[in-house]
């Protein structure tokens, strides 16, 4: 007589997407953990990037699910006591490319931070263009808690995002500040209750989905450009950016909703 095999349960996925008309959720699912990265976060995190790049979505959220964004890199799975600094290297390479993947997106990506984000984290978040923060969100970059480097764009993108010092303060201490402290600064753009904290996200996405995509994509591409480069260049840059722009179905739709008091319906 053969034994009764008890039923697979379906494994949740470490991220979830859902496409909501022309947005795309991203939900980090591993909140045991408090999301941290791992191999499943980062090819989640590639398949979000490649799924969001195609032509009928326009905007992209990423969310954390349970109490944390994202509390960085699950060095829980960082082998032996002495690691392997070639496949630690080849770990950071990977999770530096999806972050720059994010970064690189020619559409607006928002980040809805709900408690505790650190380290890794931190750093997705940095790649964000936009971020909306539940009231009592911590951030913190972490790295030096445990002697360790940012390595995925960290350095780098901190100090532009928040200002020198405190981007200093942050990576030096490695303590948490909160997202009201960051408002000031610009790098949060709005705090909102926990329980208010996807309804901003949605009204926030859906807006910039409404708006023409070549605009979106340009804007952004212009305003990443201006922090590296001379105000001349910048200005030629934005200058050249319109004239290609002025040739795009895009001008037309929007002065002719302008005349007629109606809302551009702009094409995918």
């Known amino acids: 007589m053969s034994k009764t095999e008890p039923a697979a349960q379906s494994k949740v996925p470490a991220v979830e997407l859902?496409?909501?008309?022309?947005?795309?959720?991203?939900?980090?699912?591993?909140?045991?953990?408090?999301?941290?990265?791992?191999?499943?976060?980062?090819?989640?995190?590639?398949?979000?990037?490649?799924?969001?790049?195609?032509k009928d979505i326009r905007a992209m959220v990423i969310r954390g699910t349970g109490r944390a964004f994202c509390a960085g890199a699950d060095l829980v799975e960082v082998p032996g006591e002495t690691p392997d600094t070639s496949r630690m290297t080849s770990i950071v390479a990977t999770v530096a490319a999806v972050v720059e993947r994010i970064a690189l997106l020619p559409k607006p990506v928002i980040a809805g931070v709900n408690g505790i984000t650190a380290a890794g984290g931190l750093e997705i978040v940095l790649a964000c263009d936009l971020v909306v923060a539940a009231a009592g969100a911590r951030f913190a970059d972490a790295h030096s808690n445990y002697g360790l480097l940012p390595g995925a764009g960290g350095s780098a993108r901190l100090p532009r995002a928040v200002g020198v010092p405190m981007a200093k303060k942050l990576m030096f201490t490695g303590e948490f500040v909160t997202a009201e402290d960051l408002v000031p600064c610009g790098f949060v753009a709005k705090v909102v209750a926990p329980d208010a904290l996807d309804q901003a996200l949605e009204r926030l996405a859906n807006s910039l989905a409404e708006r023409s995509p070549r605009v979106m994509a340009a804007m952004k591409r212009l305003v990443m450009a201006a922090s590296d480069t001379s105000l001349n260049?910048?200005?030629?840059?934005?200058?050249?950016?319109?004239?290609?722009?002025?040739?795009t179905p895009d001008v037309i739709a929007g002065l002719a909703a302008f005349r007629e008091g109606k809302r551009p319906v702009f094409e995918d």
């Open 233 to 247: 260049h910048a200005l030629e840059a934005e200058v050249d950016a319109l004239s290609a722009y002025l040739r």
């Open 18 to 54: 859902e496409a909501r008309g022309k947005v795309l959720w991203v939900r980090l699912q591993r909140p045991e953990v408090l999301n941290a990265i791992n191999e499943e976060i980062v090819a989640g995190l590639n398949a979000a990037v490649d799924r969001a790049s195609q």
